[in-house]
């Protein structure tokens, strides 16, 4: 019986992979469909704008030959993720603010927490191993880690200043978590994932090496972008309090 590849294909060598596109019409169409109806659900044109930058860098992720590399790196699959986390999902997750009055603290935790068990649970050993076996959970582990990226952006990027205590927390325990988990992978003694103990040579790495680089890509920017939403939060309260004292 023939062993399944990868939703991404095989292992890409350095030669072939800057023609290794990802150009699967169902993933253009969706993603092409769900921007479309984000755009058309914004109306101002700088939520456009980042709404149309997000998905475009979303795009770029799931398209580009980082698809392919991410089959042969472990540090690539962060790196894919981190891009989704990092950059589309706070990019989408701006574009559209919610009704602050109708904003629940129990969403905030909700959405933390979410996070927090999709990131630790698709990278462990098992079931990050298995999405290179089954295409479903491919996609389960990319929507349920960029769905819950999304979500919690939204409710750290759009809240009530009497809520800013609640944001900082949500923020920190992201934070915390995400380094942590970098930190898991970045300083283990071995390889941890099956997936990637036969492909990292070529590119000049261990799998050890590769992992660890990995865990460093999860670590420092993680811990940079929840440090920046923290800032960006007190300096909106600051903001209000200069005006309150110029009235």
Same mark, same amino acid.
């Given at each position: 019986?023939?062993?399944?590849?990868?939703?991404?294909?095989?292992?890409?060598?350095?030669?072939? /992979?800057?023609?290794?596109?990802?150009? $699967?019409?169902?993933?253009?169409?969706?993603?092409?469909?769900?921007?479309?109806?984000?755009?058309?659900?914004?109306?101002?044109?700088? $939520?456009?704008?980042?709404?149309?930058?997000?998905?475009?860098?979303?795009?770029?992720?799931?398209?580009?030959?980082?698809?392919?590399?991410?089959?042969?790196?472990?540090?690539?699959?962060?790196?894919? =993720?981190?891009?989704?986390?990092?950059?589309?999902?706070?990019?989408?997750?701006?574009?559209?603010?919610?009704?602050?009055?109708?904003?629940?603290?129990?969403?905030?935790?909700?959405?933390?927490?979410?996070?927090?068990?999709?990131?630790?649970?698709?990278?462990?050993?098992?079931?990050? $191993?298995?999405?290179?076996?089954?295409?479903? /959970?491919?996609?389960?582990?990319?929507?349920? *880690?960029?769905?819950?990226?999304?979500?919690?952006?939204?409710?750290?990027?759009?809240?009530? =200043?009497?809520? *800013?205590?609640?944001?900082?927390?949500?923020?920190?325990?992201?934070?915390?978590?995400?380094?942590?988990?970098?930190?898991?992978?970045?300083?283990?003694?071995?390889?941890?994932?099956?997936?990637?103990?036969?492909?990292?040579?070529?590119?000049?790495?261990?799998?050890?090496? $590769?992992?660890?680089?990995?865990?460093?890509?999860?670590?420092?920017?993680?811990?940079?972008?929840?440090?920046?939403?923290?800032?960006?939060?007190?300096?909106?309260?600051?903001?209000? /309090?200069?005006?309150?004292?110029?009235?």
């Amino acid at each position: 019986m023939l062993e399944q590849l990868p939703y991404c294909g095989s292992a890409p060598n350095p030669a072939e /992979l800057l023609a290794r596109f990802n150009l $699967d019409p169902i993933l253009i169409t969706t993603l092409v469909l769900i921007a479309g109806a984000h755009l058309a659900s914004v109306r101002a044109s700088v $939520d456009k704008s980042r709404a149309a930058a997000g998905w475009f860098v979303a795009a770029a992720a799931f398209i580009s030959p980082l698809c392919a590399l991410s089959v042969a790196l472990f540090s690539a699959r962060i790196a894919q =993720h981190m891009i989704l986390i990092l950059l589309a999902a706070p990019l989408i997750a701006s574009a559209r603010p919610v009704n602050v009055r109708q904003s629940r603290p129990t969403t905030l935790w909700a959405a933390v927490a979410i996070f927090c068990v999709s990131l630790w649970l698709w990278h462990m050993p098992v079931p990050y $191993d298995a999405t290179f076996r089954s295409t479903a /959970l491919y996609w389960l582990m990319h929507t349920s *880690i960029f769905g819950s990226a999304i979500l919690l952006w939204h409710e750290l990027l759009h809240h009530r =200043h009497d809520r *800013i205590a609640a944001v900082l927390g949500a923020g920190a325990i992201t934070s915390i978590q995400m380094g942590l988990l970098g930190a898991v992978l970045a300083f283990a003694s071995h390889p941890l994932f099956l997936a990637h103990l036969t492909t990292t040579g070529v590119w000049g790495l261990t799998p050890l090496r $590769d992992q660890q680089l990995g865990g460093i890509f999860m670590w420092v920017p993680g811990i940079a972008a929840f440090l920046w939403t923290a800032m960006r939060s007190l300096s909106r309260v600051w903001t209000n /309090l200069e005006r309150v004292k110029a009235t």
